[in-house]
Each structure stands twice: as structure tokens, then as C-alpha cells.
């Protein structure tokens, strides 16, 4: 079992630059792998990033591609999201996930894969 709290959300005007936070509790977090989504009003809940169990790999949806950075630090059991050039149309709830433990693959993009989630942190850009 994990237990995930974002952090971070907040209103930013367009172009501006934000960084989400997710801290997981529980002793085997680097076993999961972890992803970011994001849902809008109206608006099915959607991919935005994942990272690998110890980081090697990331995956982005094409529409944050180059502006958003997902990392994670599991000495702190932390992920994160770096957002910049943000967007009127990246305001949404962002949610952290966590797939796991063990993970062993595959699925990254698939909201599905993950069997954790935090409660969500709002992110609103103004234009």
C-alpha cells in the first residue's frame, strides 16, 4: 500500500512555470513506477507524464512534450512534475500514481496501470 499527497498547484499566468510535487509514504517506493495525469472540467482524465522505477525511462503526452519534466527522488519517496510554458489549456487537476510495487512494465500511459492516486492539486493558468 502507498499513500500519495501532491503539492504545488497553484494560479499562473500564461507562460509562466510551476513545480508539482507527489510524496509517497511506505518503504518500497522506488518499486512503483510513477504518473502524473491530469483531468479538466468536462474532460476525461488524461496521460501527462510517467517515469520508470529508479528513473531511466520517462514517457509525455505529446501536448506537454518539451515544456513538462518528470523526475523523482527515492531517497525523499518524491516525484515530481516541472512544468514551463504553461498553458490556458493545462489548467486541470493534476494526480499523481503509483503502479506497483514491483512493477516490471508497460502500460506507462494507461491511467488503468496505476492502482494508487493522490486526492489531485489544482493548477490554473490565466491568460
Known amino acids: 500500500q502507498v499513500q500519495l499527497v501532491e503539492s504545488g498547484g497553484r494560479l499562473v499566468q500564461t507562460g509562466g512555470s510551476l513545480r508539482l510535487s507527489c510524496v509517497a509514504s511506505?518503504?518500497?517506493?522506488?518499486?512503483?513506477?510513477m504518473g502524473w495525469f491530469r483531468q479538466s472540467p468536462g474532460k476525461a482524465r488524461e496521460f501527462v507524464a510517467a517515469i520508470s522505477r529508479i528513473g531511466v525511462s520517462t514517457y509525455y503526452a505529446d501536448s506537454v512534450k518539451g515544456r513538462f519534466t518528470i523526475s523523482r527522488d527515492n531517497a525523499k519517496n518524491a516525484v515530481y512534475l516541472q512544468m514551463k510554458s504553461l498553458k490556458p489549456e493545462d489548467t486541470a487537476v493534476y494526480y499523481c500514481a503509483a503502479a506497483g510495487p514491483y512493477f516490471t512494465g508497460g502500460g506507462y500511459f494507461e491511467s488503468s496501470t496505476y492502482g494508487y492516486w493522490g486526492q489531485g492539486t489544482q493548477v490554473t493558468v490565466s491568460s
Open positions: 511506505g518503504r518500497i517506493f522506488m518499486t512503483y513506477a
